[in-house]
């Protein structure tokens, strides 16, 4: 079957430029050299860039026309040629489409609607826009009234053949009567050759087999040219033979069936399937919350139906929104000093409430949008440049994609409305669209105010309605990634709309977060976060409030009345992408080319929603991770040094002696400061500064411990003798929480991954770099984030070894070097249970007779709690 060939160019890239731009540079082939036939001009009319490639191979390329290097059905060569074509009609929707694919196995994207698709342009870009119109000016100006034209067109499917005699007078009458068509049917046995219709002067039919589209070393080949040239030479009275036909019907019945042109790359669909939106019901959503849970990672809830109609802005652009609520604010708006309310969604109705109070309020990202918890962790943590599925921006094919923040996959009319929805798996645009140039231009206005947040000084009150109540299990995450964001400064108010209990409610030591339970007749009210709000700022003011505490997050969700109010958008449409996609058990559903990128961006959901949390050995590992971008929460073994025995002890005794260390000994020679026990150390100028900041992290790391999200605990092996610890390691964390994983990386070995046969939720990373040795502490990164692949469920090829102890066995023979700090100074008392035989704390192989592998390269998934077990593959 044939497809679109993704052509390399040695052209020279430039800011701006397209794909299609590096096609149209590519060198043509030798011509024929006929005069006679050389002033005939060839118009490529699709369906694909066969045609086109095949003028250039017979030396024949010329200027580029709109058809050239896109795909198109019949109906949309008619629909763009009818009528105006031009910036009046704005093209007829030519720059429209909706759904955004990334190719699978290649670095493309597609851009389709029903009409047509682009896969060698990016339909965003401005830059694109000015190049089609000049090519779409260019070909409304084809003058066939006075010479010849040679239109070239080779049909998707032999369903279009009964609407080419439209196409033909179409054409004849836009551009005259010496306008002539060859038409190609692909993939054809029956009939061989040229065919012309009795009565029909200006159609040539070719009928082509499908060795055509191959060359004698059996690589992809543009296959017109024969065909293009025999047409050229029929035109100018040359004599060719050719089969007759006494009519149309007579071409439709020698015709083998094909829908060839109907599938593109990756084998994805060349087109959308209608013109119509496709009816949106998430039967399995509302009526199976395990599916919510496993897909979202929303945690465990009920899903019900809503007694009362959902609640909704009117579906017009957010400048007008804006203008709307601004006019209904009080004339004396409240000046809030030092203090700046900042919407996080879900939808409008907070900055509606916020603007309706008249509360001041610069444009923000998240003011319009519907945006899910894990999309706003996603954006928080990695910022809005961060690609949010795989493929963003390849092969400088999209010049325009920029921003992760900007990317969708479906692009919808909202019918009975002027907007245009835009919707990815994270979030959705309804009031603006992020295809249009000038919005994305408008909202870097927006990030860069959103940024600028931290650097004012000003008390920052977040505030956000949860899309379903299952996010206030999470409700953690959010707070944490607001404090690393803006630190101190940040705090948030969580908004659960549709209860029947009412008013605020905290969690026991969080003094950051404030949760309001609002009753449905509040959106009665223009601005109806009005309560929750006016009671954060008397919250932040120091004043009285009258609220109940609960004593974690999990009590704070079995608090709510269940809803999943915000995954329902306007129009009948779903706020998020791919809710009523595949089923929950996702690691057994093998998804099709077209839903391919749902499994993709599921993955990556699922890294993003991941704790990694560091288990030392040294001081600075969390810190390092932190800055290669991956999802690291506070740990108390970030700031200390500290062996795997300390960290087996401290696990098992919640942290009892952590910070009850010998006093601080000043080191000779360096402005060092040291406390230390046989487990751990501190090292700092201030190294009680060290401990209260641990104080703090135990604080977290037990919240984190307690909820149910993932997490990946690493640990960087300083030791051979730690290696036997790790199952001990991993079972005392599971104690505490029932969805860990855990990963040791042993530096200074010959690369290769293992697990243990009696627990696959831990995994082994050897590695060739040693960061002990050589303070790279990036040098961790790189195993870490292969192993996010593994713990969110992808297949992974490892050496199975048959306990912990066999692990010791395979490490390579190093030099014994003492684990020191400053001034020479060993990191832990001396303790004859953290050294080897020798007196020396340094990794080491006890080189044990008959360790070895009970299986390598066996393709093991991790038994995911989100999952359960899936064994070996």
Not at 314 to 342: H, Y
Not at 400 to 423: L, Y
Not at 721 to 740: V, Y
Request: net charge negative; glycine share 8%.
């Amino acid at each position: 079957m044939a497809t679109t060939v993704k052509v390399a160019s040695q052209a020279k890239w430039e800011p701006g430029m397209q794909e299609s731009d590096l096609m149209d540079a590519l060198p043509n082939g030798k011509s024929r050299m006929d005069a006679q036939t050389q002033s005939i001009m060839l118009v490529s009319l699709g369906c694909y860039c066969g045609p086109k490639l095949s003028f250039k191979n017979i030396g024949r390329g010329a200027e580029t026309l709109p058809f050239d290097w896109m795909r198109t059905r019949h109906e949309g060569l008619m629909h763009f040629l009818q009528g105006n074509w031009d910036e009046e009609s704005n093209y007829n929707g030519f720059f429209e489409f909706t759904s955004k694919k990334v190719v699978p196995g290649c670095q493309m994207t597609t851009y389709r609607s029903y009409y047509h698709s682009f896969w060698h342009d990016d339909p965003t870009d401005p830059g694109m826009h000015e190049r089609y119109k000049r090519r779409i000016k260019r070909f409304n100006e084809i003058d066939a009234e006075s010479k010849p034209v040679l239109f070239v067109r080779t049909i998707p499917t032999t369903e279009e053949l009964e609407n080419v005699p439209a196409l033909m007078d179409l054409l004849i009458k836009r551009h005259g009567k010496q306008a002539f068509l060859l038409l190609i049917i692909d993939f054809q046995k029956t009939a061989q050759g040229a065919a012309v219709v009795e009565g029909i002067d200006n159609i040539m039919v070719h009928f082509l087999s499908g060795s055509k589209h191959v060359n004698q070393e059996g690589l992809p080949a543009p296959p017109y040219g024969d065909a293009v040239n025999l047409a050229l030479d029929w035109i100018v009275g040359r004599s060719v033979s050719v089969m007759q036909f006494e009519n149309w019907e007579s071409i439709m019945r020698c015709s083998d069936h094909t829908e060839w042109g109907l599938n593109g790359l990756g084998g994805l669909y060349a087109f959308e399937l209608g013109l119509e939106a496709p009816q949106e019901e998430p039967p399995e959503l509302l009526s199976n919350p395990r599916s919510l849970q496993s897909r979202w990672g929303c945690g465990g809830c009920h899903v019900l139906r809503l007694s009362h109609p959902l609640p909704q802005l009117d579906p017009i652009p957010s400048e007008k929104l804006e203008d709307m609520f601004l006019r209904k604010a009080p004339r004396e708006r409240p000046q809030l000093r030092q203090l700046q309310v900042v919407p996080l969604g879900f939808g409008g109705f907070v900055k509606a409430s916020v603007l309706a109070m008249g509360i001041p309020s610069v444009s923000l990202p998240f003011d319009w949008i519907m945006i899910s918890h894990a999309g706003l962790l996603h954006f928080l943590r990695q910022g809005f440049e961060a690609p949010i599925r795989n493929g963003l921006g390849a092969g400088g094919q999209r010049p325009a994609e920029k921003r992760g923040f900007f990317d969708f996959a479906t692009r919808r009319p909202v019918q009975g409305s002027e907007i245009m929805m835009s919707r990815s798996h994270l979030h959705s645009f309804w009031h603006d669209d992020p295809a249009d140039p000038e919005v994305r231009q408008a909202f870097e206005t927006r990030f860069e105010n959103f940024e600028n947040l931290a650097k004012t000084g000003d008390t920052l009150l977040f505030v956000r309605v949860v899309a379903t109540t299952a996010e206030l299990g999470r409700a953690y995450e959010l707070t944490q990634a607001l404090s690393k964001k803006f630190g101190p400064q940040a705090a948030l108010l969580l908004i659960c709309d549709f209860q029947s209990k009412v008013g605020p409610v905290m969690v026991d030591a969080f003094d950051d977060l404030m949760v309001y339970f609002l009753e449905a007749d509040a959106h009665k009210d223009v601005a109806p976060y009005r309560k929750p709000i006016l009671s954060a700022l008397e919250w932040l003011s120091g004043k009285e409030l009258r609220m109940d505490i609960v004593p974690d997050f999990k009590a704070l969700q079995a608090l709510a009345s269940p809803n999943y109010w915000g995954l329902m958008g306007y129009g009948g449409f779903l706020a998020l992408e791919g809710l009523t996609g595949p089923p929950a058990e996702m690691v057994e559903w093998t998804p099709a080319p077209e839903d391919q990128w749902l499994m993709d961006a599921k993955f990556e959901a699922d890294k993003d929603a991941m704790a990694v949390v560091s288990l030392g050995y040294h001081e600075f590992l969390g810190k390092a991770l932190e800055l290669a971008k991956l999802p690291v929460e506070t740990s108390p073994f970030d700031g200390a040094f500290i062996n795997g025995e300390g960290v087996l002890n401290f696990l098992r005794n919640d942290f009892t002696g952590y910070l009850d260390v010998a006093k601080p000994l000043r080191i000779e020679g360096s402005p060092y400061m040291v406390r230390r026990s046989c487990y751990h150390s501190f090292w700092d100028i201030d190294p009680n500064a060290r401990l209260r900041q641990a104080e703090m992290n135990i604080r977290s790391f037990r919240h984190l411990l307690g909820s149910n999200r993932v997490k990946l605990f690493v640990r960087a092996v300083a030791r051979g003798d730690e290696l036997p610890l790790l199952g001990e390691i991993h079972e005392a964390l599971c104690k505490h929480s029932q969805s860990a994983l855990l990963l040791a990386i042993v530096g200074g070995q010959e690369k290769k991954t293992l697990t243990v046969a009696s627990n696959y939720s831990v995994l082994v990373q050897f590695i060739e770099e040693d960061p002990i040795q050589t303070g790279v502490l990036q040098s961790y990164a790189e195993p870490v984030r292969s192993s996010l692949d593994w713990a969110v469920g992808k297949e992974l090829k490892v050496g199975v070894v048959p306990d912990f102890a066999a692990l010791k066995g395979l490490l390579r023979p190093l030099p014994p070097t003492p684990l020191v700090g400053p001034g020479n100074v060993p990191l832990f008392e001396e303790n004859l249970s953290t050294t080897d035989e020798s007196g020396e704390g340094s990794l080491s192989s006890s080189s044990s007779p008959g360790v070895h592998l009970v299986a390598s390269n066996l393709k093991v998934k991790v038994p995911s709690p989100s999952r359960g077990y899936a064994g070996f593959r």
